[in-house]
């Protein structure tokens, strides 16, 4: 599903952010990112929903290659992708509901089927009754609910998650992780971004450390292997 | 501890793909309109902000080019006065009258010649010495030259055309005397150049100004709500998707703005005729004042359009990095 060779990146002059990256994600898998700040995760995943041109390597999303992809075909990658963020990029002047409708809106659906599908969704991660409230008054963690509802209403192939729990207490941390264990059970394909060494422990996934834009080490799926050959 | 995670389980079925509402035309341009209307709804501050600056801007470019066109009329006015005059020393018969008009009239330039006698002469020249009849006492319309008067049409009033105009004049057999106030004519002129000229530096230096002010507020705005932008780029929206709700919201708020603009304007206009009596010498209405022709209005708002248009499709290209 995702394919990373030789892949390197460099912010202008500076060192470079990534450093001959070789990963491979499987269909299906479910892949912490660790690492210290800066390590280069954010990049890393960047990269993978196309914000980002690696300066070096090819990153292969579904057989397809990004670095090759033209500017105005970036979005039909992205509508296969959901993604989340830390401070989950909502916007705060529309309701939970306009927030997550705006992923199917893209797609050009028709209005009842929106209206069905967006509270759906948000009936599954619990947060319906607050569908017409705006995004602003909501607590983080139902922030990041919405966020989540958006990323994955169209049902993604992959959903990547930067820091998704940097922001949140214990309680939350875990239902918003139990939300990402269902959507890798229905066969979505999971890459998280965390130093939440808690959060791995628990989950027992496969594991990238990356340091300095290296992969320094790998520990397979709820097993104590290290330096898996890819 | 999780209510959400039960119903999850039971709720969780694959869902068909519906049928796009969007596959069509009309829908998308119905989608993106209703987009732009909640826009605007939603962003009530941003959008006063830009409508008002489109407003005062085109109010300042509408009032100038008021006051533009009226002076134009007024020299229009004043150029009747540019008028070629041919001298006898006979009176002329009916068929010497009416040959010379027509060869004069099939001259390029005369739109008018009317003929002068001696009695119409002397009875003008009594009309400017009103009062002081008595010089005149024992003059007879004898003294006094006959003679044809020319009007120029409009076109044909600049020093250059009226001199040619005399020269061609001058070759008509018969006609041997013209008169054509020269140095007026070349004055006024070189007035009305400099008129021409001072208007079209100052009304360029107001566009730019225009242009550019309102291009940055618009940028501001965009700026302001460049999450929206992020976040529909990272939804997967096309480029012309992101931008199209916002051309139209720039659309409306050029047109608005303009539409206000034109209003106050008038409202200004009429406000200066009822109050103009009290502090002019002239009476306004009669002197021939009047509000912007229709197709400056239109102008008006076109460019109102425009402004709101390009100046949300420049700002757009800044910050959408699809």
Not at chain 2, 146 to 166: C, H, M, N, W, Y
């Amino acid at each position: 599903m995702i394919q990373l060779h030789n892949v390197s990146m460099a912010y202008q002059q500076d060192a470079s952010a990534l450093n001959n990256i070789n990963l491979n994600i499987g269909k299906g898998e479910f892949v912490f990112l660790t690492g210290p700040s800066g390590a280069g995760k954010t990049t890393l995943l960047r990269l993978l929903y196309g914000a980002l041109e690696p300066t070096r390597g090819q990153v292969l999303i579904d057989g397809q290659n990004v670095s090759r992809l033209p500017a105005s075909q970036i979005p039909y990658l992205r509508r296969t992708i959901g993604v989340v963020f830390q401070d989950f990029k909502l916007l705060q002047n529309r309701t939970v509901f306009e927030n997550v409708a705006i992923t199917l809106e893209v797609l050009g659906w028709g209005r009842a089927d929106i209206g069905k599908k967006t509270m759906h969704i948000l009936k599954q991660m619990g947060i319906e009754s607050k569908f017409n409230l705006l995004t602003q008054r909501l607590s983080g963690g139902e922030q990041q609910r919405v966020a989540l509802a958006r990323a994955l209403v169209n049902d993604p192939k992959i959903l990547l998650a930067d820091e998704p729990t940097g922001n949140l207490d214990d309680a939350n941390k875990n239902q918003i992780f139990n939300i990402f264990k269902e959507a890798n059970v229905r066969g979505t394909t999971v890459v998280v971004a965390t130093h939440d060494r808690r959060l791995i422990e628990q989950s027992h996934k496969r594991l990238v450390t990356l340091n300095k834009g290296e992969i320094v080490e790998q520990v397979e799926k709820e097993t104590g292997s290290n330096g898996q050959a890819l | 501890m999780n209510r959400w995670k039960k119903k999850q389980a039971a709720t969780v079925k694959p869902f068909k793909r519906p049928g796009l509402a969007g596959d069509t035309f009309g829908g998308r341009a119905g989608y993106f309109f209703a987009r732009a209307v909640t826009n605007i709804r939603q962003n009530v501050f941003v959008n006063v902000v830009t409508i008002a600056t489109i407003t005062l801007a085109l109010l300042i470019v509408a009032l100038f080019l008021l006051v533009f066109v009226n002076l134009e009329g007024v020299a229009e006015n004043w150029s009747e006065r540019v008028q070629v005059t041919v001298y006898f020393d006979k009176e002329l018969s009916a068929g010497e009258q009416s040959g010379l008009r027509d060869k004069i009239l099939a001259l390029p330039g005369a739109s008018r010649v009317t003929y002068v006698s001696r009695e119409e002469a002397l009875k003008r020249f009594k009309e400017r010495l009103r009062g002081q009849e008595t010089i005149l006492e024992g003059v007879g319309p004898e003294v006094l030259p006959t003679s044809f008067e020319i009007t120029l049409k409009r076109a044909s009033r600049d020093t250059q055309k009226v001199e040619g105009f005399v020269s061609a004049l001058k070759r008509i057999p018969g006609i041997d005397e013209v008169q054509y106030g020269e140095e007026w004519v070349r004055r006024f002129n070189s007035f009305l150049n400099f008129m021409r000229l001072l208007g079209a530096l100052l009304g360029g230096f107001l566009v730019v100004a225009v242009v550019f002010i309102v291009s940055n507020t618009i940028k501001l705005t965009i700026y302001a709500r460049r999450d929206e932008l992020d976040v529909m780029s990272l939804v997967g929206a096309t480029r012309f998707f992101i931008k199209a709700p916002f051309l139209i919201e720039g659309l409306i708020q050029g047109v608005a703005g303009s539409l206000i603009a034109i209003v106050l304007l008038f409202g200004l206009y009429e406000g200066f005729l009822q109050n103009a009596g009290s502090f002019l010498t002239f009476n306004p209405v009669a002197s021939g004042l009047g509000f912007l022709p229709l197709e400056y209005i239109f102008g008006l708002l076109l460019a109102g359009a425009l402004l709101g248009f390009i100046g949300s499709l420049t700002s757009l290209k800044r910050f959408i990095n699809v």
